[in-house]
């Protein structure tokens, strides 16, 4: 299915189906060589018939600025962005937030339009999204996230939306995430969900948990975070935001812990960058069968390691 840009959305029509020349696309992150979002994009581009160009744009640890806007000065359209970098976009585009990216505090698309650099958070609506796609049922369910970063910034507001009746975020670094709380607490006013915060020690608290979110980018070491046991209730959905051909550490972490069903966050990726490719192009495309394609290139990929 293909989705006329509703009215209303965050973003513009920079680019319409079947432009004559292509726009130019990327996502930057550190690193960035792993990501399929061009493979995605690609995907999206053949059915919707939208002509685009889209590549990796790895920047430096200490370089995100003047890489985006590099790429902006040569005629870039567009940016997804990824670790470390989304509350650095966030301020770049800072005078020009959706009301997503604005109670985020986080930016993962950022597009150019008349002259400006204007920002919108994608990651929710691809998280509920998938989750709703798993089975989840999120109207009063308690929640763990854990990680207190850009990802995580980029959930709360829309796991709220869906009706979470209890988020609480731990962290590595617990200051960290009582920040995040606060901050969300603060710029939303909302009373409901109740959300806590703690430390990954503090995990238990509240818990048993209906959905448990991994945040974190430890997947991407091998490793998952140092979370106690006990963290599911019957039923329950483990998620990790990365993903692979093969279970993630925190995945199997999650199974041994009794999580009903564990799942990677391939599914989000699909769905956020519908609706960046949404905001960029006018259309929203199908997500089922780019998730399915992909899917199936990551089992082949691996089968001839």
């Known amino acids: 299915m293909i989705e006329a840009h509703p009215a209303g959305h965050p973003g513009p029509r920079p680019r319409s189906a079947g432009a004559s020349s292509p726009g130019r696309y990327a996502v930057i992150g550190h690193p960035v ?18 002509a685009l160009e889209y590549g990796l744009l790895p920047a430096p640890e200490d370089g995100f600025e003047a890489t985006a806007r590099g790429f902006f000065a040569g005629g870039g359209r567009g940016l997804n962005v990824t670790v470390p970098f989304k509350q ?13 990216a604005r109670l985020a505090g986080a930016v993962n698309t950022l597009w150019m339009l008349d002259g400006a650099l204007h920002g919108c958070n994608t990651d929710g609506v691809g998280l509920v999204a998938d989750l ?6 999120l109207a009063g369910a308690r929640v763990l996230l854990v990680g207190a970063g850009g990802a995580a910034r980029g959930v ?20 960290r995430a009582h920040t995040l709380a606060a901050e969300w607490l603060r710029a939303t006013g909302a009373t409901t969900p109740t959300v ?11 818990g048993p948990w209906d959905v448990v979110i991994n945040a974190t980018a430890s997947s ?53 960058a519908a609706e960046s490719f949404l ?14 394609t992909l899917r199936q290139e990551l089992a082949q990929a691996a089968a001839v390691r």
């Open 88 to 100: 650095e976009a966030w301020t770049l585009a800072a005078a020009h937030l959706s009301e997503r």
């Open 279 to 292: 905001i960029w192009h006018g259309v929203r495309p199908d997500t089922a069968p780019v998730l399915a």
């Open 33 to 50: 060589s792993h990501s399929r979002s061009p493979r995605i994009h690609a995907l999206f581009g053949e059915q919707t018939g939208v």
């Open 132 to 137: 709703r796609r798993l089975g989840a049922e």
């Open 156 to 175: 709360l507001q829309p796991l709220a939306e869906a009706g979470a009746a209890r988020i609480h975020i731990v962290n590595r670094t617990a200051p």
């Open 220 to 272: 991407l070491g091998d490793a998952a975070p140092a979370l106690p046991a006990g963290l599911y209730a019957p039923g329950a959905l483990a998620y990790d935001m990365m993903y692979g051909a093969q279970p993630t550490p925190f995945m199997r972490q999650a199974d041994a812990d009794g999580a009903a069903l564990a799942a990677d966050g391939l599914g989000m990726l699909v769905g956020q």
């Open 196 to 206: 806590s915060a703690g430390a990954l020690d503090d995990a238990l608290l509240g």
